[in-house]
């Protein structure tokens, strides 16, 4: 699994931007897919995560309502539609396949990462 993130940018408070996440080598179909963030000086934390069907998300309780995990299966390919974006969304996100079926809210049972995209909200 060769996963890469891209989408992101600098944008203003309030504005969207939506992130995706290819897997390159097509072979995250069955699995879920999650989305993490790492601001400066911060931990890694769980953003949003979806199923293999693309039936199941997860997010976190800081973008619920504003972030949007979605997948298109023949594009191999998951999006982040993120909205009404703070300054406080500002991180850099990565995107990353789970060892299973199901999105899990912690880090420890993605196996593959992608490089990451720099979000930058500015106020």
């Known amino acids: 699994v060769q996963l890469q993130a891209s989408g992101g940018g600098l944008v203003q408070a309030g504005d969207s931007l939506r992130l995706s996440c290819v897997d390159s080598?097509?072979?995250?179909?069955?699995?879920?897919v999650g989305w993490f963030r790492q601001a400066p000086g911060k931990e890694r934390e769980f953003v949003a995560g979806i199923g293999w069907r693309g039936s199941t998300t997860r997010y976190s309780d800081s973008v619920r309502g504003r972030f949007t995990i979605s997948r298109d299966h023949a594009k191999s390919t998951v999006y982040l539609q993120m909205s009404s974006l703070k300054p406080g969304d500002t991180a850099v996100y990565y995107c990353?396949?789970?060892?299973?079926?199901?999105?899990?809210?912690?880090?420890?049972?993605?196996?593959?990462w992608g490089q990451g995209t720099h979000v930058t909200v500015s106020s």
């Open positions: 990353a396949s789970h060892l299973r079926s199901q999105p899990t809210t912690t880090s420890e049972f993605y196996r593959y």
């Open positions: 080598r097509r072979t995250f179909s069955n699995n879920a």
